[in-house]
């Protein structure tokens, strides 16, 4: 069989979030693995079809994968591959709906393309294809841990009246923004690249600000990868978050 080839950055993207995705609901649904074996298992296996997609499909890019070993060599390149396989291990081994896997590309240190897979609700975010984001509501709403949500966010949620909507992923909760389901996503407990490539690319290219709490970019296939913490969210609160952290 002639192998498939997708031109199209995105398009690729999308299809590889998708894949992987459809195949960890397959895992999983198994019946066969649970608890630890179940998320190493979805762990290898995404990842597996993932690196080796990438490398058939684009074999001059980059690759930095939360999976496997990193080498200096994506740091010579221009176009970096960022995945993580399963972005929310444990909701995943619990059958939960708040986990996903991520699909960049970072050009030139930019997230420039992204897919956000969200299998649990047969959902593909994309960055090539950005929806409407709703109108908030009166009463803002922002994403926390659901297991560790992180001090600055709850005092920061606390001045803005902010609600506290506890969720798993990193990609879950930055979706919940691109999908209207949340205003806020702040993040100061320390990430790394591929924790958030994709998502930041998706948010966006759907009109959000996104950046360093600091306000800084935030800059991709570095040497150490990383990350202190984001921000997420509709353009108008961007300052108001800035202003409650600089009064914490």
């Given at each position: 069989?002639?192998?498939?080839?997708?031109?199209?950055?995105?398009?690729?993207?999308?299809?590889?979030?998708?894949?992987?995705?459809?195949?960890?609901?397959?895992?999983?649904?198994s019946?066969?693995?649970?608890?630890?074996?179940?998320?190493?298992?979805?762990?290898?296996?995404?990842n597996q079809?993932?690196?080796?997609?990438?490398?058939?499909?684009?074999?001059?890019?980059?690759?930095?994968?939360?999976?496997?070993?990193?080498?200096?060599?994506?740091?010579?390149?221009?176009?970096?591959?960022?995945?993580?396989?399963?972005?929310?291990?444990?909701?995943y081994?619990?059958?939960?709906?708040?986990?996903?896997?991520?699909?960049?590309?970072?050009?030139?240190?930019?997230?420039?393309?992204?897919?956000?897979?969200?299998?649990?609700?047969?959902?593909?975010?994309?960055?090539?294809?950005?929806?409407?984001?709703?109108?908030?509501?009166?009463?803002?709403?922002?994403?926390?841990?659901?297991?560790?949500?992180?001090a600055?966010?709850?005092?920061?949620?606390?001045?803005?009246?902010?609600?506290?909507?506890?969720?798993?992923s990193?990609?879950?909760?930055?979706?919940?923004?691109?999908?209207?389901?949340?205003?806020?996503?702040?993040?100061?407990?320390?990430?790394?690249?591929?924790?958030?490539?994709?998502?930041?690319a998706?948010?966006?290219?759907?009109?959000?600000?996104?950046?360093?709490?600091?306000?800084s970019?935030?800059?991709?296939?570095?040497?150490?990868?990383?990350?202190p913490?984001?921000?997420?969210?509709?353009?108008?609160?961007?300052?108001?978050?800035?202003?409650a952290?600089?009064?914490?």
């Amino acid at each position: 069989m002639k192998d498939k080839i997708i031109e199209d950055d995105a398009a690729l993207a999308s299809h590889l979030a998708d894949t992987a995705g459809k195949l960890l609901l397959r895992v999983r649904d198994s019946g066969l693995l649970t608890g630890k074996a179940l998320g190493k298992a979805g762990d290898e296996t995404a990842n597996q079809f993932l690196i080796h997609a990438i490398a058939q499909q684009r074999p001059d890019d980059g690759l930095l994968s939360e999976e496997s070993k990193d080498t200096e060599a994506r740091l010579s390149k221009s176009r970096v591959w960022i995945i993580d396989p399963v972005d929310g291990t444990r909701e995943y081994g619990e059958g939960r709906t708040d986990w996903a896997v991520h699909v960049a590309l970072a050009i030139d240190t930019v997230p420039a393309i992204g897919a956000v897979a969200l299998p649990g609700l047969d959902l593909v975010l994309r960055s090539d294809q950005p929806n409407r984001i709703p109108l908030p509501p009166e009463k803002l709403r922002m994403v926390v841990s659901r297991t560790r949500p992180a001090a600055e966010a709850v005092a920061v949620a606390k001045i803005l009246n902010a609600e506290l909507v506890p969720m798993g992923s990193a990609g879950a909760k930055a979706m919940a923004v691109v999908r209207g389901e949340a205003d806020i996503y702040l993040h100061t407990g320390g990430q790394y690249e591929w924790d958030s490539c994709a998502p930041i690319a998706v948010a966006a290219a759907h009109g959000l600000h996104v950046s360093r709490v600091d306000g800084s970019p935030l800059v991709y296939n570095q040497r150490d990868v990383y990350m202190p913490d984001l921000l997420i969210c509709r353009k108008e609160h961007a300052d108001p978050v800035f202003e409650a952290l600089a009064g914490l």
